[in-house]
């Protein structure tokens, strides 16, 4: 064999791992992604199947209901609810009527199964998403602009 061949082979054989290499990457990270999608998108079916996602919102008032280590209530932009059950310890910041994001599945039933429940961290926020979907679907409930 000569050496250009050589070189040739070495060079593709290079760029043939480096290209598996990158869809591996691409794929794991594919995987990993978890879309945000609000109550109200979840309401009218543009939420993923089969997929894990984030739903943001505020904790219903008076929702939630323990029983052992799950937890079920309810996420809402004022517009829409998502049932939400967890199983796990919650965020000490977790209460009703705080904002509050949570990973899952949604199921054929309609309950969101979360893997993750996140909860704002001081007085005064809420994450950009959950606070984006309130003011989204108030936007939508009140179009003239009015506070209720």
């Known amino acids: 064999m000569k050496a250009r061949h050589k070189r040739t082979a070495i060079i593709v054989g290079g760029l043939a791992a480096i290209g598996i290499a990158a869809a591996l990457v ?56 998502i049932p939400v059950a967890y199983t796990g310890i919650l965020p000490d910041l977790f209460k009703e009527g705080k904002g509050a994001v949570v990973q899952g599945k949604l199921g054929a039933d309609g309950l969101f199964t979360a893997s993750e429940v996140l909860a704002k961290h001081d007085e005064n926020y809420m994450p950009p998403e959950a606070k984006h979907s309130v003011d989204q679907a108030q936007k939508n409930q009140n179009p003239q602009g009015a506070k209720p």
């Not at 992604?33 to 739903?55: D, N």
């Open 26 to 81: 691409l794929n794991a990270l594919n995987s990993n992604i978890a879309l945000y999608v609000t109550p109200s998108e979840v309401a009218a079916g543009k939420a993923p199947k089969g997929a894990a996602f984030r739903i943001g919102g505020l904790v219903k008032e008076g929702s939630v209901k323990r029983t052992d280590l799950t937890v079920n209530f309810i996420i809402t932009d004022t517009a829409q609810d």
